[in-house]
């Protein structure tokens, strides 16, 4: 039974009512488990009861002008620009942006070519060289495959970046790769820390990875998202990812990425792609059926239901891969048909 288990239980015996001395071991036990990243039981305490540490305090900017920010009761204040960022009504510090901010940006337009299609694999491979243990369920929106190619720490400080982090169900897969896990959302009662991805609150080479699943398509301006990615990396350091392709229109979702789109976006931002690949198991099929036709049906009906329509589809493919060889490239139609795209890049 861990240590903070054992207190909840003694805190169950003695009511709602505990002396003080026992709240304070309580405390105490839970600033050491806050420290022993490979305890499960934090992921199910109370947000409010987990405190930033001096050390995420010390790569905290503001988001504004990416001053230094001083702790205050109510928050923290930026010692340059004077803006202040409250807390939240859970306790998490609020680095949204304060007031409105210009970013520019400068594109390079040239004639190269047009991404070929050979650049896309039709399904991701497992690593073999993968650096953590990978779990065959995958995680949440990770798939096995992609799991694989996470990176391990390079130390006990290393410090990894949950982009658009939701309920945070990946962070036990990115701190058992050994990181410090620091999770950001615009609006997210689990979220470490509660921000902005046009506008990142830390300070520049921060991490040594950075994780961002099914968040770009729901951003305004994704260039300067990617941008702000690039910023807060560290060189030669991994950046990995999904986007929606078609998949229906979803909780606000703006740009929708081709395959070109992403590679084109990640370029731009001054990433090398080692790899993008389509998920076999989310295709458009599935990924209408399951979101806009039948939503909430359970996933074994979908199947089902799914099933003459695969079929025939698989069949005429035979056909026509027969009828009109020089037309008919399953490569090409499977990224045609991608519910979304996975990719792996790296900060150059």
């Known amino acids: ?82 803006d202040t960022y409250p807390l939240s009504k859970l306790g998490q510090l609020d680095l949204r942006l304060q007031q409105k901010k210009t970013y520019s940006m400068n594109f390079e337009i040239d004639d190269r070519p047009v991404p070929n299609y050979n650049i896309v694999q039709q399904s991701l491979p497992i690593n073999p060289l993968a650096e953590t243990e990978v779990s065959r369920k995958g995680s949440g929106c990770i798939t096995p495959e992609l799991l694989s190619y996470f990176p391990k720490s390079k130390n006990l400080n290393s410090l990894m970046l949950d982009l658009g982090c939701g309920s945070t169900r990946n962070r036990y897969e990115c701190e058992k790769a050994g990181f410090k896990y620091v999770g950001l959302d615009f609006d997210s009662n689990e979220a470490t820390i509660l921000g902005d991805a046009h506008a990142l609150p830390f300070e520049d080479k921060t991490f040594e990875f950075v994780l961002s699943i099914a968040v770009l398509e729901h951003l305004r301006y994704p260039f300067i998202a990617l941008s702000e990615i690039n910023r807060v990396l560290r060189e030669g350091s991994t950046f990995i990812g999904t986007v929606a392709f078609l998949e229906p229109h979803h909780g606000n979702s703006y740009y929708h990425f081709t395959h070109l789109g992403i590679i084109n976006a990640l370029e731009a931002s001054n990433f090398r792609i080692k790899a993008v690949a389509t998920n076999p198991e989310w295709n458009a099929l599935t990924a209408q059926a399951t979101m806009a036709l039948f939503p909430k049906m359970p996933p074994l009906l979908i199947r089902f239901i799914l099933a003459p329509l695969r079929a025939v589809y698989a069949i005429w493919w035979k056909i026509a891969s027969i009828l009109y060889p020089a037309k008919t490239n399953k490569i090409k139609n499977r990224i045609n048909m991608a519910g979304s795209f996975m990719f792996i890049a790296e900060k150059t």
């Open 1 to 82: 039974m861990s240590a903070y288990k054992e207190v909840r239980r003694k805190f169950e015996k003695l009511g709602s009512n505990p002396d003080q001395k026992l709240r304070q071991y309580a405390n105490d036990t839970r600033s050491i488990l806050t420290n022993q990243r490979s305890d499960k039981d934090l992921n199910s305490m109370p947000f409010k009861e987990q405190k930033l540490t001096d050390e995420l305090w010390s790569i905290l900017r503001c988001p504004n002008c990416k001053g230094i920010l001083n702790r205050t009761a109510t928050g923290a204040k930026c010692v340059k620009c004077k």
